[in-house]
């Protein structure tokens, strides 16, 4: 086996390593900040912008229609930290599979 074959494998092994430590907290989506009016006339928000913020998680998945769901502002950390360790998992498998071309390339999958 080529050294640089085998480098390609230790590199690979290393990412699933760290793909197996992300937690099963992941989620598909946006996260939205909203301000909303309330349309008392009276309000302030009348001439601001509005009550908020107040944060929904957007998701669109093909086929059916898209969900919003109400983030509680206690959530909203967490909401972001399972929405990036989606993003690392998206970029690991990318990386892999970048690698098993390679591999693939030189008959050594």
Not at 68 to 72: E, K, L, T
């Given at each position: 086996?080529?050294?640089k074959n085998l480098d390609l494998r230790r590199r690979r092994a290393a990412l699933v390593r760290r793909l197996q430590s992300v937690?099963?907290?992941l989620l598909r989506g946006s996260l939205?900040?909203?301000y909303k009016k309330c349309g008392k006339p009276g309000c302030k928000c009348a001439k601001g912008r509005g009550h908020g913020p107040k944060?929904?998680?957007s998701v669109s998945l093909p086929g059916v229609k898209p969900e919003?769901?109400?983030?509680?502002q206690a959530y909203v950390d967490l909401v972001e930290s399972c929405l990036g360790d989606l993003t690392e998992?998206?970029?690991l498998i990318e990386e892999i599979c970048e690698i098993n071309r390679s591999l693939l390339r030189e008959r050594e999958l």
């Open positions: 086996m080529k050294k937690g099963p907290e939205i900040e909203r944060y929904y998680l919003m769901i109400y983030v509680p998992v998206r970029e």
